[in-house]
């Protein structure tokens, strides 16, 4: 059966029309949406205006009698009965106090020709105290008995503030004026803060006070000749300074003026609109700069929500036609998709058998690399020990030959009644057997890594005994030795034990590296520069070469026939834990050099 022709070119027609009034209303609706919007931004801001306002009214009323009862204080008034300069300083004192405790920007006291007497800056480069304010509205105003009220800028300190003011009366006559500044750049910078731009304009429309400081000082609009001579007359601002704002009206709607932000802008989409409300007292107004960003944002969503309804309702009609069509597509799609998962899922567990196997493979092997690195490591620590016990022992023949040769010698000088020699024999056998008890002790503190040398000594004093101890090696080997250092004690901050031990091992070191020369030489020099204590020991020997040098002070590392390499290690861990440094070199004339320095120890501050 056909459709008549006429039937479906009306049914088309009707779904055109109907498609039509849809969308109209729904951008009817966004419309209303909109006005809504913006008449509850309007109305959320004049509540923040009024706010602001309300603030600014505080701030000055809180100060506002403050005139009056100066005018009214017996210190002040005497002092415009019976002035002099002992009742002048007197009276700048008492100003003084009063603008301390009222944390008010100054006070000051002019005479009835409009000087000042008294100030509270008094003693301030910038004092008021001598200056004319006869032409400022503020004293004209409370020469007339009015309360006057008057913001500028200070004409001796440049500081702008609110001026309020009230005559002195002295048997029903105005003898002076009591003049209080208030700053309101709290309340500016309170402005600051928040989001919002908000601006104070006189009856001129200059902007005084503003959230941005760019704006402070600008016009809103040209000024006329007849208001800049007046501004010229009472210096109320600075006119080199009043420049145009950056303000660009684009049309007022509903009482709102739009804006636009520069001036070469189009207005079709204004930046800011404004709202402005009176302040009559002062005949001030304020005004709040509001974007309309949000406001475009919250219309282009509004917009794009409309349309997406709209194409949605427009996608459910005909979804109805296709319905049959998309049922019998989906119901392939799912027969073809089931199949698909089957597939997938037997290939994903297969997939996972095989991973499972080469896990429990992987654990299996992994374990047996952890038994044999367990046994290569409890193989490795038993050959390490063997090595280190047998170090060890090698270590100690040194001193214990030295023991053995002191205590001949000290048999020999008892036998020949030389007792002091015997005495000092004895006491080089307990130097000996104490460094070999210290020798213990610090393969056991190198071991845990804590080794803090605490307390000071003289690395002279130590440095000659080290060379004593070590005396009959170094005739042994035929060494000469140059010493240089000066008479007086140098103080470093590492004790007696660690610099013995420091000297013992560098020199014990030096005499091995010059075995094999026919002439040995070692030169200790010690001396003082930059407030820091500076020793040098040079042998002739081979010197290290440059595979060794970065090495020469790891742990366990040594190039000799015989030795565990722990003693040029414990050598830098000392230095290093007392606040020095150590550094290994070759001399340009040949040998090794090995250079250390500390900060020189003293008393006063333990450095």
Known sequence: MRTPCSFIIKNRWRFHITSIFLLLLMLTISVLFLHMRFMTLVGTDKMRLEMYKSTLYSTIDQYYILPYMLSMDNVIKQSMEQPGDNVSEKLNKHVEFFNTQLKTAAIFILDAQ???????????????????????????????????????????????????????????????????????????????????????????????????????????????????????????????????????????????????????????????????????????????????????????????????????????????????????????????????????????????QKLLQEMKERSQAEHIIQLTRSELAESNKLAALGQMATEIAHEQNQPLAAIHALTDNARTMLAKKMYSQTDQNLKYIISVVERMTQLMSELKTFASRHRVPKGSADVIKVMYSAVALLNHSMEKNNLERRIKAPSSPLFVGCDELGLEQIFSNLITNALDAMEDQQRKRLDISIYKADHKVIITLKDNGCGFSPQIIERIFEAFFTTKRRGIGLGLAIVSEIVRNSNGTIHASNHPEGGAMVTLSWPEWREDNGK
């Open 114 to 352: 409009g000087k000042t007497i008294a100030s509270s800056n008094w003693k301030e480069p910038g004092s008021y105290v001598g200056q004319d304010y006869s032409y400022r509205p503020y004293y004209k105003q409370a020469m007339m008995g009015l309360n006057g009220r008057f913001y500028g800028i200070g004409s001796t300190t440049n500081t702008p503030g609110f001026f309020l003011s009230t005559g002195i009366k002295h048997e029903g006559k105005i003898v002076g004026v009591v003049v209080v500044k208030i700053s309101l750049n709290d309340i500016e910078n309170v402005w600051a803060e928040g989001p919002e731009n908000i601006i104070v304009s006189d009856e001129h429309s200059i902007i005084f006070l503003s959230s941005k400081s760019q704006w402070r000082m600008r016009t809103l609009e040209p000024l006329p000749s007849q208001i800049k001579e007046k501004l010229q007359l009472t210096r109320q601002y600075s006119l080199n300074n009043l420049l145009p704002a950056d303000y660009y009206p684009c049309f007022t709607f509903n009482n709102f003026l739009f804006l636009k932000e520069k001036a070469n802008q189009f207005c079709l989409l204004p930046r800011f609109y404004t709202q402005q409300i009176s302040i009559p007292e002062f005949n001030w107004k304020m005004t709040i700069i509001v974007p309309l960003d949000n406001f475009y944002w919250t219309w282009v969503i509004s917009l794009t929500i409309t349309l997406i309804l709209y194409l949605l309702v427009l996608v459910i009609i005909k979804y109805w036609r296709m319905r049959s069509h998309a049922q019998q597509l989906l119901t392939q799609a799912n027969e073809t998709l089931e199949m698909q998962v089957k597939e997938r899922t037997y290939a994903l567990e297969s997939m996972n």
